[in-house]
């Protein structure tokens, strides 16, 4: 039988905490043993509380209002029972431990890496947001009325009982160690000093997220409300727009990392990227779910524009993914590599020191900085665009079993638009929130949801092309008969490309080239524009026309950069348009 096995596990962490007060009491109890303290006295009277505390009055509060015997004040006797009921609490924690019983104060400094004496600072700190009684207990032993919170000089004198211990002890206060460092504490000036406070009168405040965090309240930080979520996983084992594969690979990957047998158990940066709504944030769900953890999602855009507030706002963020057990997602991480954002960049690696354990980073390309996690295991994951079939059962999960249609259209539209999982998602949901607002009411019809694509496929390409909206058809084109085969031939190519690259198989052979151009060639007035006008209304597509004044630059990389930002870029998050660049010129 282990020596904690002679001691009972505390029910809950509330009965911990009490007798964690009753050792403070006794604590001060021997600050106070060598004044001279009456017995049996009661509180002087209201309006004398604003003048001075008497040794009367704390004999009382210590009491609990009962009378106190003289050989309980006696130095030997409190730290004899001091002594005791130290070992009382250190015991029955270790039995809560093994029972699985969450204690919170513990649990704290297990995060933290808090020493005994940091867990009793923390506790001088707490006791006033427990019992009102300790305001004026700390007032007394500060001989002020005015100073009801534990300053540093306090918590030295409560825990340190040899000037050598005290001088040691202000350490712990330092801005760069633990309790300050993380946020545990915070120092407070003494208002009513007009020349400023030494670091002795400074005031030690408990942070509230801290506060509530003991009272096992495990609510967010109120200071990131609206700015950061928590995400909790779903219970789906797997997911049917992500490739099997993968989800399972990264999966066993991430599990290996933080398994006990692993002897290389670094904090882990899986970077995930792929097109705009392929699945990464739902892969992160899917193996948060695996650790029996939570998400917790930073925009990195957002802290970006907090400015000078970002990297404070990033250290809470990262402390309350510690305190919440949850993994952090960033979204938008390509934002941290940009040259404006070097300094929070370095308190995101400092953040991820401190408090990160897993971290997934977001991107849409690849990332270019892995070595800055030196320390750290990197890996990238990287999410390929979804193949027809995939499409098609996002098509399916979106309707919803609302159409009657629904296989039938999953195969057109899986088809006719090569959009991700969550462009499906939010082009069926746009399309649906249109209905609603149509008076006739009634289900979803095909056109609606070929609009919505169409607006999926189209977010970025307004930037630098003119939308033009097709008003001819087959009808309206006076073309040899030759050249209206070879239009039709066109549009039949686009229909069925994805059964040639999908079904057929021959996409696995090709890298690249799997797109449609056409050139339309021949003096103005000839009908190139309205080819292209026919062709996008007989598919059903939009129709841009790009100004190549708007593309071309004389500054070196412009050019390219415009092209990769606008048309490569839409590639990449396959935002599909009917791409014709179609030019009036005279050349």
């Given at each position: ?237 797997d997911s049917p727009t992500i490739e099997h594969s993968i989800v399972a690979g990264a999966s ?336």
């Amino acid at each position: 039988m282990s020596a904690d096995m002679q001691f009972r596990p505390y029910r809950d962490g509330f009965e911990h905490l009490e007798e964690e007060l009753q050792r403070l009491d006794l604590l001060l109890r021997l600050k106070i043993g060598s004044q001279s303290l009456l017995n049996g006295v009661l509180p002087e009277r209201q309006a004398s509380r604003a003048v001075c505390i008497s040794s009367g009055e704390v004999e009382w509060l210590l009491n609990n209002g009962h009378e106190s015997r003289p050989e309980e004040t006696r130095n030997v006797v409190l730290r004899a029972e001091l002594a005791k009921l130290k070992a009382t609490i250190d015991g029955r924690i270790g039995r809560s431990k093994e029972e699985k019983i969450f204690l919170a104060l513990p649990h704290l400094c297990d995060l933290f890496g808090l020493s005994s004496f940091e867990r009793d600072a923390v506790m001088i700190c707490l006791a006033p947001e427990l019992r009102r009684k300790y305001d004026r207990l700390y007032a007394y032993l500060q001989d002020d009325i005015t100073r009801k919170r534990p300053s540093v000089d306090l918590v030295l004198d409560l825990l340190c009982d040899s000037e050598a211990k005290r001088w040691n002890g202000r350490r712990f206060f330092a801005d760069s160690a633990t309790l300050l460092r993380s946020g545990l504490l915070q120092k407070v000036d003494d208002p009513a000093s007009p020349s400023g406070s030494s670091g002795l009168s400074q005031f030690l405040k408990l942070d509230d997220r801290i506060c509530e965090f003991l009272l096992d309240n495990n609510q967010m930080d109120a200071r990131l409300a609206g700015d950061v979520q928590i995400l909790q996983p779903t219970r789906r084992t797997d997911s049917p727009t992500i490739e099997h594969s993968i989800v399972a690979g990264a999966s066993m990957f991430v599990e290996r990392q933080f398994s006990s047998d692993n002897p290389d158990r670094r904090k882990l940066i899986l970077h995930v990227h792929g097109p705009r709504g392929v699945g990464k944030r739902e892969l992160a769900l899917h193996i948060a779910g695996r650790l029996n953890c939570a998400l917790l999602n930073v925009d990195a855009e957002l802290l970006l524009a907090r400015g000078e507030n970002a990297e404070r706002f990033l250290r809470i963020a990262f402390r309350e993914a510690l305190l919440q057990r949850a993994a952090i997602f960033v979204e938008h991480a390509d934002a941290l590599s940009q040259e404006s954002a070097k300094t929070l960049f370095k308190c995101f690696l400092l953040a991820i020191s401190e408090f990160g354990w897993l971290v997934f980073l977001s991107s849409v390309g690849p990332w270019n900085q892995h070595q800055e996690f030196a320390n750290c295991v990197f890996h990238s994951i990287q999410l390929p665009a979804p193949d027809a079939l995939t499409q098609e059962a996002a098509w399916m999960a979106a309707l919803d079993g609302e159409i009657a249609e629904a296989e039938i259209w999953s195969k057109q539209l899986a088809s006719q638009f090569r959009l991700t999982p969550g462009q499906i998602r939010a082009a069926a949901e746009l399309a649906k929130n249109r209905r609603y607002m149509n008076k006739e009411k009634g289900a979803i019809v095909f056109e609606e949801l070929t609009a919505a694509c169409r607006q999926q496929s189209s977010q970025k390409l307004s930037e630098l092309a003119v939308k033009i909206v097709p008003h001819c058809d087959w009808n309206d084109l006076v073309l040899p008969s030759e050249k209206i085969t070879h239009l039709r031939e066109i549009s039949i190519q686009f229909r069925n490309r994805h059964k040639v690259f999908e079904t057929w198989g021959f996409g696995k052979k090709l890298g690249r080239g799997k797109g449609l151009s056409v050139l339309f060639a021949g003096p103005s007035g000839t009908g190139k524009t309205m080819a292209a006008e026919v062709l996008a209304r007989d598919l059903g597509l939009d129709l841009y026309k790009v100004d190549l004044a708007n593309v071309v630059s004389k500054y070196i990389g412009e050019t390219e950069k415009n092209l990769s930002t606008h048309s490569n870029g839409l590639l990449n998050e396959l935002s599909v348009f009917f791409n014709f660049d179609v030019l009036d010129t005279q050349n």
